[in-house]
């Protein structure tokens, strides 16, 4: 098992641009999040899956978007990059059921320009 | 509002010594707390608790939840320098997936 993939590893862009974050997971978790760690600001949610086809926003949801075509997969999308993007950026995934513990990528290092 | 406080922000300690790292909480409901461990990348998970007074143990690693007063503590004896790193509490309030986490403790621990 592979665990929890995120690709880039480290992306440098302009403000205005767009991108997409990578994230997919082998071990059919039904859920996944996407967080953002900033310095002194610890992880905050910014959207979560709890199924293909369901979505929802965490704590910090605007500016960016999700879809959940696959259990494996949850790309996040900057549409228009600004500087306060600049972050580092976890994908986790969550078995359901109860006792659950998320399990996270190895992370994007984002900086916006 | 739901949070989760950790203290302290920032510990330096010598090799050998014990540390005890805090975690409070407040949420609407609550299903577990989880304890991390953050060196220079991802979270990796150390324990999960669910139940008031039970010790999980790993190693020189232990935790124990009280769920009356609303705390975990996170234990480290005989500390190493391998040991240094940010170590994060996370609620799961059992709703949804809004896992709730703490800034962390920054741990050094000095040869």
């Known amino acids: 098992n592979a665990g929890v993939t995120q690709t880039p590893k480290f992306q440098v862009l302009k403000t205005g641009q767009s991108m997409t974050l990578q994230c997919a997971q082998d071990m059919n978790h039904e859920y996944m999040s996407w967080y953002r760690q900033d310095p002194g600001m610890g992880l905050r949610l910014i959207h979560y899956?709890?199924?293909?086809?369901?979505?929802d926003q965490g704590e910090v949801p605007n500016g960016y978007n999700v879809s959940r075509s696959t259990t494996e997969d949850f790309p996040l999308r900057l549409l228009s990059a600004a500087p306060s993007q600049t972050s580092v950026y976890f994908c986790?995934?969550?078995?359901?059921?109860?006792?659950?513990?998320?399990?996270f990528g190895p992370g994007t290092r984002l900086l916006v320009l | 509002e739901d949070k989760v406080v950790q203290s302290p922000l920032s510990l330096v300690v010598h090799e050998g010594d014990t540390v005890t790292l805090n975690c409070s909480y407040e949420?609407?409901?609550?299903?577990?707390l989880l304890w991390y461990k953050q060196e220079k990348k991802a979270p990796t998970f150390l324990f999960m608790l669910t139940s008031s007074g039970i010790e999980k143990k790993s190693g020189r690693l232990s935790s124990i939840l009280d769920k009356k007063e609303l705390f975990s503590i996170l234990n480290i004896t005989a500390t190493q320098t391998g040991d240094s790193a940010v170590y994060l509490c996370?609620?799961?309030?059992?709703?949804?997936?809004?896992?709730?986490f703490g800034t962390g403790t920054s741990l050094t621990v000095i040869p």
């Open positions: 996370a609620v799961d309030p059992n709703t949804g997936n809004q896992f709730y």
């Open positions: 899956s709890v199924g293909a086809g369901i979505t």
């Open positions: 986790a995934s969550t078995k359901g059921g109860t006792g659950r513990a998320q399990y």
């Open positions: 949420v609407t409901n609550f299903r577990s």
